[in-house]
């Protein structure tokens, strides 16, 4: 099963605000992911972006492939889990965003973890989606709104994410419990 079918399923509300706003070619700046399992619709959102086969990603092309291997010359990671997001490297993503595309498309960046940033990366980050740029687009996820700005919200596509279903959670409790064993 192909991850666009996964999502309409676990996800429909998110689905459906992604199809429209594609269909329609009026895609939000900011796009706020939130809840548990963020990562995998958030990067869907980046593939679709940049897909050259379908209105929502493909997952097979090569523009999908590389965003999902973090290699698309126009994307910009960052996991605020692994370690707090700091105002450097906001600057690093205006600094690189200043300059001509290289791959021609969208320039995405994608932070994870949003509400693990300092205030001072926040703020930086307000004055970038206060005034945004053509072209442009930024995926934030979370797992406590509480602890993002307000004012980041507000210039945001804010998205609450269902809950896994139980037969989800088993299926991943599964994966785990074998990929111990091995």
């Known amino acids: 099963m192909i991850y666009k079918d996964i999502l309409k399923q676990q996800q429909p509300i998110l689905y459906q605000v992604l199809l429209q706003s594609f269909k329609k ?24 972006l940049v897909c050259e086969n379908n209105v929502l990603a493909c997952d097979t092309c090569n523009e999908c492939r590389r965003i999902d291997e973090h290699k698309y010359g ?9 370690e707090t997001i700091k105002k450097p490297q906001i600057e690093y993503i205006q600094d690189q965003f200043s300059k001509s595309a290289l791959e021609g498309k969208a320039k995405i ?7 693990n940033s300092t205030i001072e990366a926040m703020n930086s980050l307000l ?33 609450q994410l269902l809950p896994a279903s139980q037969k989800t959670l088993r299926e991943e409790l599964k994966k785990k419990i074998l990929l111990k064993m091995i």
């Open 25 to 48: 070619q009026k895609i939000p700046h900011a796009f706020l992911l939130v809840g548990k399992n963020a990562r995998q619709p958030a990067h869907f959102i980046a593939k679709s």
């Open 74 to 82: 126009d994307f910009i990671y960052c996991n605020g889990q692994e």
């Open 109 to 115: 960046y994608l932070m994870e973890n949003i509400e």
């Open 127 to 159: 004055k970038m989606l206060e005034e945004p740029t053509a072209g442009v687009y930024a995926i934030f996820t979370c797992q406590n709104l509480n602890r993002v700005l307000p004012t980041i919200q507000s210039r945001c596509q804010v998205i």
